[in-house]
């Protein structure tokens, strides 16, 4: 860059962007590139030009640096400020506060040896591989990759140097589960085809209180509600055989959200004995099991309420349910339907 060059006038820097619109142009070193926007922005005065004379220069100044339109903003922005352009992200003689650097480039090539030979496992399980390094196997070169967190082990796995090594690139695949069908209840107005949902009774001093499993008919509203300590497979697998026993009518289908304590192989054995269909709710699509929601909120918030109640209680609720409330529900109870 030349001092000629900072000094030309609109006219001639018009000419030029119109001659050298395909070519490009770039800066030797960050001190001459500052130094000649200086010069031109104090030739043509800058701060007194008006917005299209404003608009020209910078142009020019964007195709002689060969800088992005956002940096040569800042550049004009700290001249207009300043009144010169300052050594922008070059602070010498000043320590900078950072965080200390946690894991190098010799970690990295411990994590690509590990990934290599056990053919790049998922995320928990390389770090209990990486622990066992160095608490069995007494390798003091993985202390720092003992405790490593799982999101920050995968954003090793990013790094170039780590690419460079690594014998597979592919992500973790995660794995579908092939129970249930992702589709709407379709009953056509038919009998048998269930909707299932838990409802929580709140926690209290770290304590889990009851869960409620309420489970309704979609046409025939027919509705039956049981108790259970936990909805773990234990308490689930008995309570769902129980609710579904009592319904007057065959049970074709039952369709739940996607909860684990539906989509499991104990509840989906258990289907498959009574010979009815499993069906969860789609993606995004919340109001696929809207009807046990609504009844959530209509029957066992209306009756029960919210207040805290203790598991050990499982037992008498679901006693109360069983000898009183279901028959109430479904006999008694007017219903809109």
């Known amino acids: 860059m030349t001092n000629n060059s900072a000094k030309r006038s609109l006219a001639e820097i018009k000419e030029f962007l119109a001659a050298t619109y395909r070519l490009e142009f770039k800066t030797i070193s960050q001190t001459e590139r500052n130094e000649w926007i200086e010069t031109i922005l104090n030739y043509h005065r800058y701060r007194k030009c008006k917005r299209q004379d404003r608009g020209i220069i910078r142009q020019y100044i964007l195709k002689i640096t060969g800088v992005s339109r956002a940096h040569i903003g800042r550049l004009i922005g700290e001249f207009l400020r300043c009144g010169e352009i300052k050594k922008i992200n070059k602070l010498s003689g000043i320590k900078r506060n950072c965080f200390a650097r946690v894991y190098n480039e010799a970690d990295v090539k411990l994590l690509v040896q590990a990934d290599n030979a056990h053919g790049r496992l998922s995320g928990p399980a390389t770090i209990k591989s990486l622990n066992r390094e160095f608490l069995i196997f007494n390798k003091n070169e993985y202390v720092n990759l003992r405790n490593i967190s799982v999101s920050q082990l995968y954003r090793l796995r990013t790094k170039d140097s780590y690419k460079r090594e690594a ?4 992500k973790t695949n995660p794995t579908r589960v092939p129970i249930g069908e992702r589709r709407k209840p379709e009953p056509n107005g038919k009998p048998g085809y269930l909707c299932v949902d838990s409802v929580h009774q709140g926690d209290k001093d770290g304590g889990k209180g009851i869960y409620h499993i309420n489970i309704t008919d979609s046409v025939t509203q027919f509705e039956f509600v049981g108790a259970v300590e936990a909805i773990s497979e234990k308490f689930m697998k008995k309570i769902l055989a129980e609710l579904i026993a009592q319904f007057p009518f065959t049970v074709v289908e039952i369709h739940s959200d996607n909860g684990s304590e539906y989509i499991n192989r104990i509840i989906a054995e258990l289907l498959n004995k009574l010979l009815i269909k499993q069906t969860k709710t789609r993606p995004r699509h919340s109001n696929d099991n809207g009807l046990a929601e609504t009844k959530n909120g209509s029957v066992i918030r209306k009756y029960i309420g919210y207040i805290y109640i203790a598991k050990k209680y499982a037992e008498s609720v679901n006693e109360f349910y069983q000898n009183v409330f279901n028959e109430y529900l479904n006999y008694h109870r007017p219903c809109g339907f």
Do not use: D
């Open 167 to 170: 014998l597979t690139f592919t």
